[in-house]
């Protein structure tokens, strides 16, 4: 079993920065793939990146390669989601996810989820 808590959305302007950190609790964290997912106001959650156990390996979804960088630091059991150049349509609930062995962009196949971060892009 392992227990994610999301932290670090808010308010920013078009073009700013926010890093969003999941922290996970319980054992088998290095073990495991972890993802970031987004659900905007009537719309499904979706795929916005995952990152190998190892840190090695990274996957974006198109809207936001270039722009978000996903990372984990094994020994603080902590992946972080650096978001910069920031726009509008990026307004989303912040979801982290954590599954065995690989990273994959359906949603269904992922075992654990935080509670979500908001993140709001608006001037």
């Known amino acids: 079993q392992v227990q994610l808590v999301e932290s670090g959305g808010g308010l920013v302007q078009p073009g700013g920065s926010l890093r969003l950190s999941c922290a996970a609790s319980?054992?088998?964290?290095?073990?495991?793939?972890m993802g970031w997912f987004r659900q905007a106001p009537g719309k499904e959650r979706e795929f916005v990146a995952g990152?190998?156990?190892?840190?090695?390996?990274?996957s974006y979804t198109d809207s936001v390669k270039g722009r978000f960088t996903i990372s984990r630091d094994n020994a603080k059991a902590t992946v972080y989601l650096q978001m910069n150049s920031l726009k509008p349509e990026d307004t989303a609930v912040y979801y982290c996810?954590?599954?065995?062995?690989?990273?994959?962009?359906?949603?269904?196949?992922?075992?654990?989820w935080g509670q979500g971060t908001q993140v709001t892009v608006s001037s």
């Open positions: 319980g054992r088998g964290f290095t073990s495991y793939a």
């Open positions: 990152i190998i156990w190892s840190g090695d390996i990274t």
């Open positions: 996810a954590a599954r065995s062995f690989l990273v994959v962009r359906t949603t269904d196949e992922w075992h654990y």
